[in-house]
């Protein structure tokens, strides 16, 4: 991709701007059907910025990590969101960012990034086709420090080529095979209960600036398809790694997480874990089991350097 669809911003996006333009752009493009079919090839990027120590203080409380000299492993995707959603507001992003399911995402920190750094971040789509579930979106989103690649992540985002109910999507996940599979491995043991409520969906959504209404009231939530107000997946994700802090290093790691079913809040959760010096299994699932909430993998890095 050459450098010149890259748009370089002095600061990040103001998120609110951007969610009036996402609502906007649905409308009038849903209404004339002008949404874009060429290749999306723009670019933004955004230097010199500073880490928020007070939102970052916020973050680490809300997903209980531990308090350390290096931002947890997931808050970099909090720092990049604003600018994610400029991309995915853009005149040229080819579909609609309201409605759109998170579901996949894979973090890969390569060195951990200091409290103190001033970071470069560069957000691009890396991926986007067309399948029986819908038209797939592949998000990325790299991290610099001083010139050095510290941090990617790549967000897979599904819109549904028909709305389905969430009770058949609960019980597709319930079937799946990679479901049983992680239920049906001897070494999956369940560490722990994880609770969300509705004022950790509030909380988060204060956070890290996703104030996608399915988080915040169960109207929005419903209009979308859902049964109740949902959990944000990536405040999931963080929540499993925080728990596992205790049993492996997360600071060195690639993390592959599959969103599977929406957690409706208030909710509580299974964490089940397999762990291993090669990779670590693990799933968030309902009380008895049969529904997975997410599944994913942690590899670690050998390449340490840091």
């Given at each position: ?68 000299d290096y931002v947890p492993v997931t ?174 290093d997360i600071q060195h790691i690639s ?52």
């Open positions: 991709m050459s450098t010149n669809q890259i748009t370089h911003l002095n600061n990040q996006p103001f998120i609110p701007l951007l969610y009036a333009k996402a609502v906007l752009n649905s409308i009038l493009k849903t209404a004339t059907n002008t949404w874009s079919t060429r290749p999306f090839t723009q670019q933004y990027s955004v230097s010199g910025q500073s880490i928020d120590s007070n939102n970052l203080q916020r973050y680490i409380q809300c997903c209980r990590y531990r308090n350390t808050y970099p995707f909090v720092m990049a969101f604003p600018l994610l959603m400029k991309l995915m507001t853009s005149a040229q992003f080819p579909i609609s960012v309201l409605g759109l399911i998170h579901y996949k995402n894979t973090i890969t920190q390569h060195s951990p990034i200091n409290k103190s750094a001033i970071v470069t971040i560069i957000c691009s789509v890396s991926n986007d086709n067309t399948a029986d579930k819908g038209r797939f979106i592949e998000t990325h989103i790299d991290i610099f420090v001083d010139g050095q690649l510290m941090w990617e992540c790549t967000s897979t985002f599904l819109q549904k080529s028909r709305l389905k109910q969430t009770k058949q999507h609960s019980e597709d996940s319930e079937n799946s095979p990679s479901h049983k599979d992680l239920l049906d491995s001897p070494a999956m043991e369940t560490i722990s209960a994880l609770k969300f409520s509705h004022f950790d969906a509030l909380k988060y959504a204060y956070i890290s600036k996703d104030t996608n209404p399915i988080h915040l009231h169960y109207i929005p939530a419903k209009l979308m398809g859902f049964k109740s107000t949902i959990m944000h997946g990536m405040l999931a994700k963080a929540r499993v790694l925080a728990q596992l802090e205790t049993f492996i993390i592959d997480v599959q969103f599977k079913s929406a957690i409706f809040l208030p909710a509580q959760v299974c964490l089940n874990v397999a762990l291993s010096p090669q990779n670590n299994s693990f799933n968030l699932t309902n009380a008895n089991n049969r529904v997975t909430h997410l599944s994913g993998v942690i590899y670690p890095l050998l390449n340490k350097t840091n």
